[in-house]
Each structure stands twice: as C-alpha cells, then as structure tokens.
C-alpha cells in the first residue's frame, strides 16, 4: 500500500490542516480514482468534476451531503446495471432526505424555484443596502478592541444578521437565533451517525413554522409575508414545512460558507502587506480578490453524487450505485484548467471560473448573496483600518503560523482568526 493509500480523507485529522497535498497525489495519479478507505470515487480533475456536476440524469444528489456515511440502507454498488428505482425507494431513508440539497429534478426543480423566489434581485438590492449599514455597527466594537477573533468578533455576526434580514427574521428574535449557531466546528462533513439525524435542524423548522403559518393568515408588508405567499412553477401553493425546509436551509447553508470565504479573504489579507496596501489603493481588484480566494480555498472541500446507471468519468468506468465525490477544491487547483494553482493570483484572468459554489441544477443559489457579503466586509475593514495583522501571540511568528480548521471532509476553513486592527485615522462616514 503506497503513502497515499494509507490516508483515510475522511478520518485521518492529519489532512485536516492542509488537504492540498493529498488533492495534488490523487490528481496526478488519476483525476478520477477510487480510495481504499470508504470505497469511494474521488474526482479531482475540473473538466471531470464539470461533467458529474452538470449530469443529474446520471449522477442523484441524494446522498450529496453524506456521501459514505452511514450507508445507504441496502447494498446498492454493483446490484443492476441502473439503480434509479432503488433510490427513490429509500431515497426518505436517508439523512437530509428533505432539504433541497439532496433533491434531484423534478423535485428539485420546483423547491430550486421556491428557493429563487426567496432571494429575487429586488430583495438582493434591499438587502445589501442592509449590508453597507450594519457593516459598521458590527465593525465598532471589534475595531475599538483593536481586533480580536475575527469569526466571532465580526465574520459570524455580520452573516447572521444579512441572512436574517434577507429572510425577514423580527429584530427582537435576531439574538435568539444567534445563540442556535456556531461556527467553531462546521455544519455538516463528520462521520458520527449521531449528527445525521433525519431532521436537523428542528430549531429552525419551529421558528420558521410559526411565522409562516402566522404570515398565511395575517399578511404584512414584509418579508416573511413574500414567503408565505410564494408559489411552486405550477402555480400551486406549498405546504408550510416545504418553505420552512428552503429558508431553512438558506440560513444555514448560507452563513456557514461564507463565514469560511469571509476568514480566508481576512487571513490572507493579513498575511500579505503589500497585497494589502495594493487593495486598499485599489479597490477594482476586490471583486476578482474574492474569486481567487474562492478558488484558492473553496469553502465546500467536495460534494457527493451516487450514480444511477453504469457509466464513465474521464475515462474511468463508475458502476451504477457507486459514491462518487467531486472534490470542488482539488478541481479548483488543476493546473489543466489554471496556471500556476498552488499560487494566489489576484489578476488571474479566469479566477471566475472555479467551481467553488459547484456547477449544474444544484449550484449555490446563495453565490451572489455570499459575493457581496465579502465585498461590503472587505471594503468597510479596509476603511476602517489602516493596517490588519495576524497576532503573533495566538498563531505564531511569520514563517511558523499555526491556525485551526474545521475538522469535516466538507467544508474548508478556520475555526478562528485572531486578528490585531490600527484603526484608520480618517473619521467613518
């Protein structure tokens, strides 16, 4: 058994801090391969990982967010040459059974659309003026401390309160939802049946419940009244817990990704002066700053397909019932697709094209809402610091730095970011 096989990806904590190593061995091998460990296959290649991601026909998301774990109920690899009728009947079997994520058309396609109609481009444009606003009430305390843990002293709060206002969440419920996250150990990516329970997020789904329902029978001017009235693409109207289930999911999913961009973008801020100074000079480059830090450290580490039918990847024959995992990080470091990866190129000129909110029917629909996120926040830290560091006292001297990641096999990112802040000498505006 070669080094590389000795790694189990999914288990071994020693990936957990740098996985790119790994990613690069499984790549130049092969960009479609089959791990020993949970006998999945890995795609690392991006034109691979494109062709899964864009071929719902083949490839069901229901086990998108699991992948190996626990199992899918029977035994599935290798039990007909299409497995489809097999899926659909334990598809509620499975963990997550009843978030959007897991879905395929045409299932998906209706609750898709439910979802689009949460985050039109009128709500979007109200809700980054929110953004622009509430950026400095959250900056204040963090700055004045001179920084901090970036996470919890600005990254987690500032999401909770966008997403919040996106969904219309009552001011005076906004500090009790915050207590129901935290961002210190990731979502979702463990192998502990424990934390697969069939129905997660029961806290959520009550909150959601009650103001649906109450929104159904009295209408307001108001968010939550949009979303109450919301209609499937037929034309019909939705049982409470199917919008329930979209908002809830838009809320968790969407902080939790873009807490992780938001950490990256700050790190790597800190830890380059000069590119620094060069986006405080210029801030046209912050746009494409966030697309390479998105394909630099993609949020989402891989996502899980299982395949209907018999098929091929790049060349590699996938049996029907196969675990195929699409490593979105891997395929955003294919020096194939992009030059020089292992480099952070703020002017790469298709930095746009990485896969990091995915591709296909399921990509992120939050990837706007999380873009300008990072925007407002860069742009408003940037104008309220002349200068951001990494503390030396909690990661360590240039050269020797020691940070902490969330230690799942799907997402990607800090635990925390302690941070030292000079204020800007200029007066807020």
Known sequence: MTELEKLDFFTDQSLVADPYPYMEAMRSGCPVRREPHQNVLVVTGYDEAVAVFGDSDTFSSCTAVTGPFPGFPVP??????DVSDLIEQYREQLPFSDQVTVMDPPKHTAHRALLMGLITPKRLKENEEFMWRHADTV???YIAAGGGDFIKGFAAPFTLAII???LGVPEEDRAEFAKHMDHSQGGVGGTDNATMSHSPLEYLYEKFSAYIGDRRENPRDDALTEMAAAKFPDGSTPE???V???AANLYTAGQETTVRLLSTALKIIAEDPELQQQLR???DRIPNFIEECLRFESPVKGDFRLAKRDTTIGGVDVPAGATVMVMNGAANRDPRQFENPEVLDIERSNARRHIAFGRGVHSCPGAPLARAETKVSIERILDRTSDIRISEEHHGPAGARKYSYVP???LRGL?????EVTPSSQPKE
């Open 76 to 81: 599935i690899e290798g039990q007909a040459e």
């Open 139 to 141: 900056l204040d305390p």
């Open 164 to 166: 919040a206002d996106l």
């Open 240 to 242: 409470v817990m199917d």
């Open 244 to 246: 329930v289930r979209i």
């Open 281 to 283: 000079a210029e801030r």
């Open 408 to 410: 799942t096999f799907i």
């Open 415 to 419: 635990t925390q970011l302690q941070l």
